[in-house]
């Protein structure tokens, strides 16, 4: 199995704190991907990142945050979480295609987040 | 604008029979097709994937058939096994650029004894 760690695998909050999702990973890999999944649209990027301090929006972007400061490591951001922010959140990592990727990412376990 | 379809929420299908699911597409550009599995309170695995210069790929129990002209694709599951109820998600990706994988919505694939 790849080396994805996410944390905190679930997490309760009230609407308006913020809050911050962390994954780590062990591969070197250079893509990191934040996506989250809901029923009836499957998996959806959030935002994603191609190197240490580069980091790009996805299509489900607004009300979220990232940063690498690290190639280790993946941060997303909840500025002031909100109702619509309840999901299950994956972290992934892939490869370059460069180096032989063909689209395959590697998940973590995910991150089960409640806004009440 | 949904680029990647998953038509079918769910899928039933008697152990020992055959399972296909499908995938419709918009975007001619697209590399990869991949699909993965996923149960519940795990992240999705990758399964198998096909690219766009080919009509089939196979591995063990498991094909995928592209049909760039309908912009359509399958996963085959032959024969279906218990556990192989997962939800299956169809994937694209285009080399080119970001490199980010648009995935479907899922089929949720129950094998019935």
């Known amino acids: 199995d790849a080396g994805i760690t996410q944390s905190p695998r679930h997490k309760v909050t009230e609407t308006g704190t913020p809050v911050t999702l962390r994954c780590h990973q062990t591969e070197n890999h250079r893509y990191m991907y934040w996506y989250r999944q809901d029923p009836g649209h499957g998996l959806r990027l959030i935002h994603y990142?191609?190197?240490?301090?580069?980091?790009d929006k996805g299509e489900v972007s607004d009300g979220y945050s990232v940063s690498r400061s690290k190639t280790e490591d993946f941060l997303l951001t909840l500025e002031s979480a909100t109702s619509s922010q309840t999901s299950v959140y994956f972290c992934?990592?892939?490869?370059?295609?460069?180096?032989?990727?063909?689209?395959?990412?590697?998940f973590g376990e995910g991150s089960r987040l409640t806004v009440l | 604008d949904q680029q990647v379809k998953q038509n079918s929420p769910s899928l039933s299908v008697q152990e020992g029979r055959i399972s296909i699911l499908n995938c419709d597409y918009t975007n001619s550009m697209f590399d990869y097709f991949l699909w993965y599995k996923k149960y519940p309170a795990e992240g999705p695995t990758f399964l198998i994937s096909?690219?766009?210069?080919?009509d089939k790929n196979e591995d063990g129990r498991f094909t995928v058939f592209l049909n760039k002209s309908a912009k359509h694709l399958s996963l085959h599951i032959v024969p279906s096994q218990p556990g192989d109820s997962a939800v299956y998600f169809c994937a694209a990706f285009i080399i080119q650029g970001a490199q980010k994988l648009v995935f479907g919505q899922g089929t949720r694939l129950t094998i019935n004894p």
């Open positions: 096909i690219s766009s210069i080919k």
């Open positions: 992934a990592i892939s490869e370059s295609w460069d180096r032989g990727n063909t689209g395959e990412l590697f």
């Open positions: 990142s191609y190197g240490v301090k580069d980091t």
